[in-house]
Each structure stands twice: as structure tokens, then as C-alpha cells.
């Protein structure tokens, strides 16, 4: 499966904003999707997960309560609302698809390009 993550930007922070990761492929649905991101010089950080038929979301404790995971399995999307957004939230948003509902990075063969979130004070 192919992913292309978009729908970031600069935002203030308290404000929010939408990432989108669209897929291509019939078997999308089969699929567990992480949101994962990153900030130059240090590792790549988990962020949320949604399972296959959406039902099953796991969080982050940096995120939990700000962010939402959803997915609409008939578009192929999956989306990540995120809220009330810090200045540590700046950084590069990956969505991945895996067949493991996971947080862990190495569990997700499928990566999409990557967007840049930006949050000012």
C-alpha cells in the first residue's frame, strides 16, 4: 500500500489542525494505521494508532486528550485531528501502514512522505 500524508502548515499554539493520509490500494482497510512523527536530531516518535475497522485507537501519553485518530475505510483515509497544539508538537507527521496494530515504528512496512507541522508560540 502507498501513503501520501498531507494537511500540514503553521498554526499557532492552542490552535488545530487536520493531517490527512491518503492510501492507494483495495486491501487499505486490512490495514492498522500509526501516525508517527519527528523532530531533526532525535528519533522518530510514536503518536497514535488506529486499527483496521477503526474501533481500536491507542495513544500516546504526550498526545492523549489533544489528538484524535479516525479513518474512513470507504476513502482510503485516514485522519489525525489534532487540538489544542504546543509548541513540542512542531515536527515532521508520518502516517504508516502495517498489518499489526502497534506503537512501534519497526511494525509498519508502509510509510507515507511525511508533513511538517509547525506550532508558534
Known amino acids: 500500500v502507498q501513503l501520501q500524508a498531507f494537511g500540514g502548515g503553521l498554526v499557532q499554539a492552542g490552535g488545530s489542525l487536520r493531517l490527512s493520509c491518503a492510501a492507494s490500494?483495495?486491501?487499505?482497510?486490512?490495514?492498522?494505521v500509526g501516525w508517527f512523527r519527528q523532530v531533526p536530531g532525535k528519533e522518530r516518535e510514536f503518536v497514535a494508532v488506529?486499527?483496521?475497522?477503526?474501533?481500536?485507537?491507542y495513544y500516546s501519553d504526550s498526545v492523549k486528550g489533544r489528538f484524535a485518530i479516525s479513518r474512513d475505510n470507504a476513502k482510503n483515509t485516514v485522519y489525525l485531528q489534532m487540538n489544542s497544539l504546543k509548541t513540542e508538537d512542531t515536527a515532521v507527521y508520518y502516517c504508516?501502514?502495517?498489518?499489526?496494530?502497534?506503537?512501534?515504528?519497526?511494525?509498519?512496512?508502509?510509510w507515507g512522505q511525511g508533513t511538517l507541522v509547525t506550532v508558534s508560540s
Open positions: 490500494g483495495r486491501t487499505f482497510s486490512r490495514y492498522a
Open positions: 504508516a501502514a502495517g498489518s499489526s496494530y502497534s506503537y512501534k515504528s519497526a511494525d509498519f512496512p508502509s
Open positions: 488506529i486499527g483496521w475497522s477503526g474501533s481500536s485507537t
